[in-house]
């Protein structure tokens, strides 16, 4: 089966709403240049929630082959809840991928699996496609427990998800070490849990849920490493986060040329 990949560009908290505009013209002047439309591709940008509405009448009006995303969404769906976000909201701004459980949410909120697997629902309940994130630290990679920590992610984050609903979404495979470090795993490592991943899925469900689901790797992905980890036959697309934030580079990223496999 043939997996379109999915290129997310996660800003974090970075660039306000004005700074976001003149990014995503870049990005798209960028990916025009280039007759990029989308098909081959998702090209999906993941801006803080205050950009969010920016960056959908701009993508919308402009026809731009980008989709958005949000970086996170209440489990709650209304109410007294002062900060969150919901996922109705959410889809209102027509939002499509809503990353749930990234590391960085992990460790400074406490999200435990879970709370992301519950994230997860609502964001499916809602009609979107979640982008959930597992991923092992520097002490349990070094300990080689890093496959079995993070198939016990998948287990806990997919609870109770049918196979329908585990076939239309995407799990990012971030190994916290990587991110923001500048060191990536290598192909081979990504490949190692990625491939574990789609296994642990077939024996939930089956081959095809398995065969759909779209796995990503993220951890300091550049546009110069980016076709050795995508020639890898489990990864599906990349989660990048420093390399967004400049719009050549992203855009290099999104228009990666396959090697020979
Ligand atoms: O969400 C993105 C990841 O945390 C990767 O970040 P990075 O590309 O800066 O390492």
């Not at 098909?39 to 920016?54: A, E, G, I, K, Y």
């Amino acid at each position: 089966m043939t997996r379109k990949p999915i290129m997310a560009g996660n800003w974090k908290m970075n660039l306000d709403h004005v700074e976001a505009t003149g990014m995503v013209q870049k990005l798209a002047w960028t990916l025009a240049d280039k007759e990029f439309d989308g098909s081959t591709v998702d090209c999906v940008v993941v801006p803080p929630f205050t950009d969010l509405r920016t960056v959908q009448t701009l993508i919308d009006g402009e026809r731009m082959p980008i989709t958005l995303a949000a970086q996170d969404v209440s489990e709650h769906d209304s109410g007294a809840y002062t900060g969150e976000v919901s996922a109705a909201m959410l889809a209102k701004l027509r939002v499509k991928y809503v990353v749930v459980g990234h590391s960085e949410r992990r460790q400074f909120h406490a999200e435990t699996d879970e709370v992301v697997n519950t994230k997860a629902a609502k964001v499916l309940a809602a009609g979107m496609t979640p982008i959930i994130c597992v991923g092992e630290g520097l002490d349990i990679r070094k300990e080689g427990r890093h496959v079995e920590y993070t198939l016990n992610q998948v287990r806990g984050t997919l609870a109770g998800l049918t196979a329908e609903q585990v076939a239309s979404l995407v799990i990012a495979y971030e190994p916290v070490w990587a991110i923001g470090t500048g060191e990536v795993a290598t192909p081979e490592d990504a490949q190692e849990v990625c491939g574990a991943i789609r296994k642990e899925v077939a024996d939930l469900y089956d081959d095809a849920t398995a065969e759909a689901l779209r796995i990503q790797y993220g951890g300091s992905v550049k546009s110069g490493n980016v076709a050795q980890i995508m020639n890898k036959p489990d990864v599906d697309g990349a989660l990048v986060g420093g390399a967004s934030l400049q719009p050549e580079e992203f855009a290099a990223i999104v228009l990666y040329q396959k090697l020979p496999v």
